[in-house]
């Protein structure tokens, strides 16, 4: 026992001393602030310079005064001359917040903001760096979203987009630009890795000059200005969610507003309009016009506004695709 204690010590020293070999570097990291090419939002009633940098940098409190010094060169008419007031309204172009450490220039170009969280949800960085997400966190270009069980998450984009990603699901935000000309010419692709979510969409989705792509792997998904909801799920089971590359994966579709265009590998389009209803594997396209969607799809909100927009749709035809029609994957 005596022998045992010693050497324990012994080991211990010498790993205090290895320790203290090993060099120590301070977090020698400068900021940079420059403009936003991406990051534009519409000035609210009542909303104040501090409010708007308390809210959007939370997490660079020692910048504040520098990024409101900045945003003000940015965005000169945004402000009433006499009372040095936001003017509510106007467009207004933020701030990218470059770090510089080591020689090395690490951009996270912001895209939205967490508005709501429920359960336990987390984001991983392009990095790889994940971290939990709770209201007001800040969400970034190329970040995965993801909600446990029982969790949910409501996003709100630069463009005015909102995003309800459903439980146990992952979403990726490949790509999300809002050009300094506002709309025209803005980017948004998104893809959708397990689950499910309804879009809202803003000021790109709105847009024909702005390109906006949701990618299932299973169709891609256009919009002209709408609402909708997808999920991938486990065949018709919709209470299960699913990836998008496991083997018996469907995609189910309800369109609550607007309308939104369908396409497969091929580049074959079709299109889903308002209280219209579709699942689909990668190989086979059905539009359901009478069944219901299957349980898990919507929840309780949005199976109330796709039952309102029945009777005004009753009378409504196809979808322009070559859908198989009735019961080939529900069995209905």
């Not at 008419?77 to 020689?103: D, H, S």
């Not at 809002?178 to 709105?206: W, Y």
Request: proline letters at 3%; a negative charge; aromatic letters at 6%.
């Amino acid at each position: 026992m005596t022998r045992r204690r010693i050497m324990t010590g012994f080991l211990a020293s010498l790993l205090m001393a290895l320790i203290s070999l090993v060099p120590v570097y301070a977090d020698e990291a400068s900021y940079e602030l420059a403009e936003s090419s991406r990051a534009i939002m519409r000035v609210g009633p009542n909303q104040s310079l501090e409010m708007l940098v308390g809210q959007i940098y939370p997490e660079h409190q020692a910048l504040w005064p520098q990024i409101k010094q900045k945003i003000k060169e940015l965005n000169p008419y945004a402000f009433n001359q006499y009372t040095g007031r936001l003017i509510e309204g106007q467009r207004l172009k933020l701030v990218t917040v470059k770090r510089i450490m080591q020689g090395e220039v690490i951009t996270f170009e912001q895209v939205g903001t967490i508005d709501t969280v429920k359960g336990f949800a987390t984001s991983t960085d392009k990095n790889g760096k994940e971290n939990r997400l709770i209201e007001k966190s800040i969400v970034y270009e190329g970040d995965r979203l993801s909600t446990a069980k029982g969790a949910e998450l409501v996003v709100k984009m630069i463009d005015g987009a909102e995003m309800r990603v459903k439980p146990d699901s992952s979403v990726r935000i490949t790509e999300y630009q809002m050009k300094s000309g506002f709309e025209s010419g803005s980017t948004s692709i998104i893809d959708l890795i397990k689950g499910g979510l309804r879009k809202i969409t803003g000021s790109i989705g709105a847009n024909p000059l702005s390109v906006y792509r949701f990618h299932t792997g299973v169709l891609t998904i256009g919009v002209r200005g709408t609402d909708y909801v997808v999920k991938l799920c486990q065949a018709n089971d919709c209470e299960q969610s699913a990836r998008r590359n496991d083997a018996d994966v469907r995609l189910h579709t309800v369109v609550l507003d607007g309308l939104i265009t369908l396409e497969d590998e091929e580049g074959v389009r079709g299109e889903l309009t308002l209280g219209q209803y579709a699942v689909a594997t990668a190989d086979t396209k059905v539009k359901v016009d009478d069944a219901k969607p299957v349980p898990g799809l919507l929840n309780a909100e949005e199976q109330v506004l796709f039952e309102q927009m029945q009777p005004a749709t009753e009378e409504k035809e196809g979808i322009y695709w070559p859908w198989l029609l009735g019961g080939a994957l529900l069995g209905i």
